[in-house]
């Protein structure tokens, strides 16, 4: 079925497998239905196979996971009918999950564990153990106008104060802790002849810890305008909570690997710092494996594709896991 959240927008669909009265809780198969596409993208970008290679855009990211889903859940009911399992597809995902992660979260804590249909990590397909959290913030900075020839002494900048804030958030990154602050997007001012009365700036904040996200949250709003005629307004905050590598979920990557051997293959495991809705679910404390789908690259490219020759053996080990895991 398609769910709504509860503001009306976007959708998620929803199928529920096995026997829901049974004494095991679900697992999640978690993944999304959107990509970073436009419309019209297929008659530039046509899918098509060459090299034992599957093109075409999202196959990737990732439609070729939910495919592997719906394959590793006709393997499962051939010898599992009563593995009570839930698919979620969000629509949403590539935009922030901002309306089904309230749905994803509900449905998230019925369940034992969570498995993200998102492209397994590097050619080798690791899975995918822990995520950075993100952030998005955006700082609006008020100056005071004035004409740059005539009164320049009377003007603020929006734009001048901008520019020395840029250099103190861009020293927050600590590349040690995998702490990264990005000021991406900028923009500010009329005319060259006018001193600027507004400035604003866009940030991507990357953190491995919750600990670290506060951290870094706190330093941002503590940010002080070195012109006291300037004012400055921030808000935003951390969007996807970071997945950590919990015990959970290394136990649960400890059975991945114990039954990829024995499918022929060795597993890896892998951290990124792009995050997905496995950070949701992982932050309630579902033990959550990232990375179950194809093996490619290009995600987001216009090379976008799949290694056809991983889709069985990745695909087998998705449905071995939702029957072994307890």
Same mark, same amino acid.
């Given at each position: 079925m398609t769910r709504h959240p509860r503001d009306g927008s976007g959708g998620v669909l929803e199928a529920r497998f096995g026997n829901p009265q049974g004494e095991r809780k679900p697992v999640l198969l978690l993944g999304h239905l959107d990509t970073v596409w436009p419309i019209g993208t297929l008659a530039r970008m046509p899918w098509r196979v060459e090299n034992g290679r599957a093109f075409g855009p999202g196959v990737l990211d990732m439609k070729a996971g939910v495919v592997m889903a719906l394959e590793a859940m006709r393997l499962v009911r051939e010898v599992d009918v009563d593995r009570p399992v839930v698919l979620l597809l969000s629509g949403d995902e590539e935009m922030g999950s901002h309306h089904s992660r309230e749905l994803i979260e509900e449905i998230a804590k019925e369940c034992r564990a969570a498995f993200v249909l998102e492209p397994a990590e590097g050619p080798e397909g690791a899975y995918k153990t822990a995520r950075k959290g993100v952030g998005q913030f955006r700082l /609006?900075? =008020?100056?005071?106008?004035?004409? $740059?020839?005539?009164? +320049?002494?009377?003007?603020?900048?929006?734009?001048?104060?901008?520019?020395?804030?840029?250099?103190?958030?861009?020293?927050?990154?600590?590349?040690?802790?995998?702490t990264t602050l990005n000021v991406g997007v900028v923009g500010g001012g009329t005319q060259s002849n006018v001193v600027a009365a507004a400035a604003w700036a866009e940030i991507d904040l990357r953190v491995k810890t919750v600990a670290d996200a506060e951290a870094v949250t706190r330093k941002l709003k503590g940010l002080k305008a070195r012109d006291a005629q300037c004012i400055l307004r921030l808000s935003g905050g951390l969007n996807r909570p970071p997945m950590e590598r919990t015990s959970s979920t290394a136990a649960l990557f400890a059975q991945a690997k114990e039954l990829a051997a024995g499918l022929g293959f060795a597993l /890896?495991? =892998?951290?990124?710092?792009?995050? $997905?809705?496995?950070? +949701?679910t992982s932050a309630l404390g579902v033990p959550t494996l990232d990375g179950v789908g194809a093996i490619g690259n290009g995600a987001h490219a216009e090379n976008e594709s799949i290694r056809i020759d991983s889709l069985v053996t990745r695909t087998a080990l998705l449905a071995a896991m939702i029957v072994t895991t307890v």
């Open positions: /609006e900075i =008020a100056g005071v106008p004035s004409h $740059s020839g005539v009164d +320049f002494g009377a003007g603020h900048s929006a734009v001048r104060e901008l520019a020395w804030q840029i250099e103190q958030i861009s020293a927050m990154t600590d590349l040690d802790r995998g /890896e495991e =892998a951290a990124t710092g792009g995050g $997905s809705d496995g950070n +949701f």
